[in-house]
Structure formats: C-alpha cells, structure tokens
C-alpha cells in the first residue's frame, strides 16, 4: 500500500457561472503508484486541465475524496494546501511560468524558498545544480528566462518542479507551446526522469507523447473511459 | 466622421468594462480640475479683470499718510478738516467723492436694525455710475453742506428690511435722530468698492454732512479716523506720481497750520498716497489668490501623475490587444486615435464634473471667504473658465494619450503575440514601477506634512489662550437717537438708571459698564512726564468690576474703585508689556503719564497681559524691543455707553426685551449692539479657522489623492504580476510569503520616495530657509512620525488590498487567463 502515492475517489468538479452549470468532472477515480508515468489524454474541453489542478490542489473538488501518501487532502485550507504542494508537487505549465525578473538559478530555488523550514544556502545550491544537471541546463544558470527559448524555459521549468523531491510530477501540456524540435527534447527528460524513479502524471493533445507513458486514461466529458490502470495492478 | 465616432463608440464601451478605472479618473481629475478652474477664475478676476466702473483705469484712492519724526509711517488715515479741505480744493482729480463709514440703528424700523451705513457726497454714485433698481442716485442739492436729509438703500436692504415693498421711494426711515427721506435704491448687480474692509457691504447710503463724527472732531487735526475715505477720477493729464506731488504739499500745508500747537506732533508730517482702487480693494488678497492658485496646481500635478500611472498600466494591460490590431494593420497613428478616444471621453467626463466643483466652488467662497477675499460676488462660471476647461481638456486628453502610446514599442508588438509566454509580456518595468512609486510617496510626503505643519499652526491660534474669559459675557452698545449727544452729566443718572434694571434682570449674573476687551482698544499717544519719552500704547476705559469680570488678574497695586470713576480721577492701569516699556524692571507704580491736558495720568496698577487673536502687534518704532501688546486702562467714566453683562449660564436675553428696558428709562436709547463675546471671538478667529478648514480639506484631499495614486501603481502592478503569483503559489508560496514579498518589493520604493521628500524639503530649506528656520524645532517631529506613518499604512493598504483577491482564491485563479 505504501507504494500508492496518489488516490483519487469520486472526483467531481462543477462550475457555476451565472445561470449556467458544467460538469467538468464526474465520478473520477484514479490510483497513480510510485514511479509510474501516467498520460491524461481526450478531446478539448474534457476535462484535464481541470483534473490536473485538483490533483495539484490548485483547485477544489466538488466533491470526492483525495489522498496523497496517505494523507487525506480532501478539505485543505488556501495555506494548507500551499505547503502540500510545496512538498509533495511538482508542476511544469503549458506556459513555462517562469519569472522573468530572477536568474535561472533562483527560479530553481524558489520552492526551496517556500518550504516551511528553510534549507541552508549550501543544500540550496547544491540540489539546484544538481536538478539543472538532470535536465541539462547546468551552463544557463546564470542567465535571465527571457534570455532562452521556449524549450530551454520548459526543461528549467521541469528542474523547478523536481528540486523539492515531490511525490509527483504533474505535467499539463509539456509541449504545446513549443515547436516539434524542442518538444521532443522536453519529452526526452522526463522519460529520462522517470526511467531514475519519479512518478509523473502528464496531460497532453499529442497522441505521440501519449504512447510514451505506461499508463495512458482517456478522459471524455468529464469522465475516465478506459480504465487501465486496475488492469495493471491485477 | 463615421470613423471617430466609431471609435468613441468603441473606447466608451471598453471604459464601460473597467468601472474603477473610470471612476478613479473621473473623481481625481474632476476634483482636481474642478479647484483648478476655480482659482484660475479667481485669479483672473482679481488680478486682471478691471473693476465694473467707466474709466475703472483713473479710478483712484487718495490716503493721508501720517509720518513720525523718524520718517516712519503711523498710519494711513485722514483728520475729518484734512479731508474736507482736500475735498474742496478739488485738486489733480476731475471729479471726486468724500465718505465716512459708519454704522446705525433704523430706529424708525419695528426691529431696529443695526445697518451699514456709508456718509458719501454725491459725486460717488456719479462716478461709479452705479446702476438702480428704483428711484435716483444723490444729486447737486445734497452735496456737502446742504443738510438735505435723504437716503439710498441697497438691494438687499430693500428687500430683506423692507421686503422689497414697491412704494419704499419718498418713505421715511430715522437714523441717530434724523428723518430720511428714501429717494433711490441700487441694482441688484451693482458692486460695492470694498475700500474699508473686505466683504462689508453698506446697507443704507446717506449725505455726507450727517456722518457720526462730532463737532470736535470735524474741526480737529489731531484725530485721524480710519473710516473717512478719498475716492474720484483723475485728471486725464495727471499721472499718479504728479498727483502725489501736487497733493502732498497741499495737505501737509493745512495739517502743519492746524497742529502747530500741539507739541506731541512736533516733527510730524503728512505725506499723501494715491492708489489705484483696485490695489486698495485687492490688499493682500493678491498673495492669497496666488497661493490658492499653486496650491490647486500642486494637486493638480499629483493627480496628474496618478493618472499618467493608470493610463500606462492601462496601456500594459492592453499590450495584447493592441498587439492583435498592429498584426492586421493598425498602425501608430490608428493606435493614437484609438487610444485618444478613450481619454477625451474621460477627460469630457472630467470636465464636466469639474465645471459642477467649481460653481460649488464659487458659491462656497460667496458664503465664507466673502470676509478674506475681495470682488468674490462676481465669481461666475465665465469665458475665461469655459476656455480654461476647453484647453484642459484638450491638453490633458492629448497628454494621457500620447503618454501612453509612446509607452507601446510599435516593433515589439508583434514578438508580443508570437511569444505568447503569458509570464514574459510586455509590462511596465520594473523600473517605471519603482520610480512612479517613489515620486508618489515623495510628492504625498511632502504635502501632508505641509498641509499637517499649517492646520497645527492654525489650531495652535484657535487654541491660543487669551487671559482673559468670555464665557456667558455679553457686550451691549446704546443707540442715541437724537441729533445732539447728552452731555456727561445729563447721562450720568440715565446710566445709573439703565444699570438699575440691567442688574434686576433675573438672567443678568454681573454688569460692567465698560466694553469687553474684544470689542476693541484704541490707540493713545502718552508722554512720561519723567522724561518726556512718547508711548502709543492700546488704551481702553474701564470700570471698577471690569477686571474681575474677565478674569484678568491685577497682578501688582490696586483696581479701579467707583471713587475714582466719580471724581473723575486721573488714574491709569497698565499690562506687563506697556510697564517693561515704560521701565526695564517693569516697576511702573506711581509713575506719571500726560494725555496732553494738563493734568497727567498716575499709574496705580499692573495687569496681566492678554492676546487678542486676530490683532497684530505693532512695533514700537522698532526701538524698543517687541514684547506684547502694550496696553492701558483709564477709568470710564459714570455716563460711558458700552457694558459689559455677564449672564447665569443656561440664559439669554433678547436684543427686544433690552430695547424695551432702555425705553423704560429714557425713550432716546436703542440697542446698537448687542454681541456675545464668543461671537465676537469666533469672528476674530474667522480667517484661523479657514485656514484649518482649508488645510484640514486639503490635507484630506492630498492624502485622499496620494492614496488613490499608490493604490492604483501598486493595484496594477500586482496584477501584471498575476501569473507570477500564481505560479508562486503553485510551488508553494503561502497568503504570508506573497504579502511578505510585495511589501518588500515595494518598500524599497517607498524608502526612495521617503529620502526623495527629504531631499524636497532640503532644497525647499536652502531655497526659502528664512520662512522655514523659525519652524524647524523639535515639535516637528511628532509630525514627521506622523506624516511617515500615514503614508506607511496608507502604502500597506494598497500593497494587501489588490493582492487579497488573488491570495484568498485556489492558485488555479491566478494561472487562468481570464476573470
Ligand atoms: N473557471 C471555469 N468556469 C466555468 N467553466 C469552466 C472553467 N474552467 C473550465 N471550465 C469548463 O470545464 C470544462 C473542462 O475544461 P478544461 O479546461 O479542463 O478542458 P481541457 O480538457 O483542458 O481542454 P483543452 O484541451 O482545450 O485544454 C470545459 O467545458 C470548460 O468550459
Ligand atoms: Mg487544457
């Protein structure tokens, strides 16, 4: 049991705008186990997006209930859930998010920053060089994010996400903003990453970089279709 | 046409999106504006607009100006002869008009009105060309010496004394005893020159031979009057300074002859000043008018520079849009107009709110500065205002515009949508951020602390303590209503017989016969017969029960009894101030002062000094130095005609109920006045208290403006920051890392703008340092702390305010492009 790092049960997710209510999300359960590489894929307006950010509590569920390494996060305070997903979650965006104002160094660092108690300045160094190392940008440490391109950004978004240890990777569209080239290059590093044992849920358009995960759900209107995850654990 | 106003159509609907923003511009700018146009139409109306008088231009004011042995000015004033004789010589003017102003009891009316009242020759109305609603203006036979008893009312007279009655001409109303016939009445618009004192209108105009001043005075050279006035016209071919050297030896002649016999004006002379009408009534109001106008243009730059932020967060804001325009063929000048549009809806709006300020504006100086600030009944929304407003509006809309499109880079557009990184948008640096913060917090630091400094002044001289009490004190002046005044020893026993039944009045604690201090001293020159040194000390009559009555404490020697009073003695009382005059030990008891008669004054007591607020102290030659106001009290005499009451507290008495009590006694007697002494004070305090309601507004104002203008940097700011913020959260970043990281980005900021106010103050220091030294002291500094905190909270509070909505909501909020 001990190697589940995330179980879902029952998800939904309603959103109430004016007069009108979407069910983005119905009855989702899913079960992601250490060192799994599970894709999220389906249809525009299915619903990943919306399930990426209650898996990375950036979001509420409806109703449902959430756990991650045995904690029950189903009902989290704002501060609450900052530190979870300070611990326990690394995120890579569609669009990089990086902050532009700060070197590539201290964007890597920032979570660091934000941990409850803050590591020493050595530990902090080394963990960064070494996340930059991983994903090959040891030599643009010192460089602005607006200096590099978009797939340079995402691979530092991708060593952001990994320099606090997290449980999970949670990754939304890795490559939808970059051309083939870079894409692939970013796809690369985290089959690389997984290959060394970290555990990464992806969502993506792209049928190709689908296939790469072990475990692949599809999503349609709100709701898991296949269900190949049970079919992997019997 | 169609295309601009498409384009307003357009810009309106975008405003109509971002209520805030239009709200936050609307009321800064029209505020602002709004006081601006205000003091540029007073500014223009005292400073250039030309008086409403045919030949306004040689329209000038003659003044006697006495001189000392020391070649100083003692005062500006004529002798009643002095005047008559300048009147009648009829020199350098081509026509002219003598006045005395006064006030008087309509007895004749059923309230007995207390009105004012100027004595004028006919010439005056002529030259003023004074426009009537009914009736005529003075004529040829009730010139000077005519004894013609008429009257002219004024508009307002008419119609609040008389209720406008139709029938007022051939009326009669009596005045100290004389019967007037009503022959006129001024126009509603007619404008009264104020040449006495600013705000007084003159209520009922009579011929000058019946004026208040007594035979002794309408013969002597020794009393000057200040309510006796010279107005006419110029001789064409007189300039000014001929006029004065044609005037002076004329005057001075006659005044040398009329006073040769009176030593104390050994040495003495009479200089003549002539003056434009127009300087006379603007007085000091110039400096005022200009101050107020800097003032309005100090707020209108800090409003200036919110705005300028808002605009070009604005322009941020709108990058991406305007980067889709540029890709399908917009090109700068599109961009301009476009953004055009929207400022010169706003700056419309603006305006109009203004023009609405500013006719609130005028009617608000109408009701309260119309003490402080000449001619302000014409204050009108006029040409020279509607123009203002249109180049302000011009200019302003062009201004924010081009601000704002000079902040987009036309090239940059288009790699704004191709990187569409939503992180890495074109937005206002850093930088700009910064320094537009700091300028704020300088600019706010700056004016609330001078705003702070100036209320504290003016509350310090409301606060002031007078030494003496007014509490429940009631000043009662008496009306004769008799050509011929009674003499001392005819009014003796009216008094007593008046005091009787004041002092039976059941409201009435004490009775005093003898004025209240703030109903004024007047000066008095006095010889030490020791040495023969001249004093002009404040001198005022006062009875045995005076000093008790205020609470003025006799410091050394004895009070006044009734003795005194009845055998007429020539006993005198002085303050501190007048005795370190007299002696340098202040040790003055027994000491001999002359009035000129021949039997001198002997000093039997010294009293505590008192401030009057409002009376500035006139140094004493510049010789000895300036302590307090020197003062001296006489004893009044049993047939004086001013009291003092002081009433049971919870009471009152009526203005009537006292008129009949003085009828009772002798039929001739009307109140004159009746006031209370807090009244009295209040009015004294008249332009302190506008001070502090006016910088307590301003203040309220800058710190309301500087507030809105942080709150909208630093509103924007954050939320050009919001996917940074959301990011932040979304590896970790708690409600207190990003409001910890805010205040500490923009505390820098802050700092800077902190140092920027003191380096302001600095130069202001180098630059004005003899109006700032005396007011560097250590009590500053409980104002600087206090300036510096306002402006820390208010800085806090725009710092958590934008930021609470995207703290307080789950990071997915902040990460999604729209609301
Ligand atoms: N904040 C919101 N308010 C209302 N409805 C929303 C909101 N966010 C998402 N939705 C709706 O929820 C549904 C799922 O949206 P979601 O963004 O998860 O789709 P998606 O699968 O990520 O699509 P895409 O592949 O286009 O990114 C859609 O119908 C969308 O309109
Ligand atoms: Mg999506």
Redesign the pocket.
Known sequence: MTDIKIEMKNIGKV?E?DDVE?H?LKDVDIVIRAGEYVSIS??????????LSLLGLLDESTSGSYVIEGHDVSHLSLDEAAHIRNEKIGFVFQSFNLIDEISVFDNVALPLQYKKEIPTDEFIKERVEACLKMVEMSHRADHKPNQLSGGQQQRIAIARALVADPAILLVD?PTGNLDSQSGDTVMAVLAELNKNGTTICM?T?DARYADMAKIQLK?LD?QIVNDEALKVAV | MRILIRQHKQAWASLKKKPGFVLTVLMTMGITLGALLCAITLNYLLLVEPLPYPDQDRLFVAEHGVTGAKKETKGLAFTYPGLVHLYKSKAAFEQAAIMSYGEDVIVSHNSQPLVNTAYITPELHQILASPLALGRMFEASEAMDTHNPVAMLSYNTWQQEFNGNVDILEQKINIRGVSYRIVGVLAEHFIEPELEEIGRETQVWLPFDFNSAGEGQRQSFGNISGNLKFIGLLNKEVSQSQAVQLLTPLVNDRWQEGVAEISFFKGWSIDMRVRPVKEVMLGQSESIAIMLLAGVVGLVLIACANISNLFMARTAEKQRQMAIQAAIGATKKHLFKAMLAETSILMFMSIILALVIAKSGFYIMQQYLGAVLPRVNELSLNPITFGCAVLVTVVFALFFAKLSTRMINYRALNTTLQSSGKGSGLQVSKKTRQVLIASQVALATVLVFANFSLLKDAVKTINAPLGFTTTNISTLRLNFSSTDSPSQEESIPIMAGIMEKLEALPQVESLSQSGSPLDGFYLRALTNVANNERYTPFLKGADQRYFNMIEQPLLQGDNFTRVDRQDGNNVMIVNQAFAKQLKADGDVLGLQLSMGGPDPHKIIGIVKDIAIPGETAIEDDGSAEYTGVPRAYVASRLGAQTFMLKLKSGQSVSREQLGKLLAEVDSRYAVFSFNSADDILTQRLFSEITTAVTTAVLAGLVFLLAGIGLYGILSYGTQLRRFELGARMAIGATKQHLVTMIINDNAKSVLVGFIGSVVLFALAYIGLSEYIQPFLTWQVLPMIVATLILITLVTLFACYWPLRKYINKPAIFSL?GSD
Do not use: I, Q, Y
């Not at chain 1, 389906?42 to 399930?51: E, I, N, Q, V």
């Open positions: 959103f705008t979407t983005a389906g249809p525009s307006g299915c619903g990943k997006s919306t399930l569209e969502v358009h999503l709100g | 999604r």
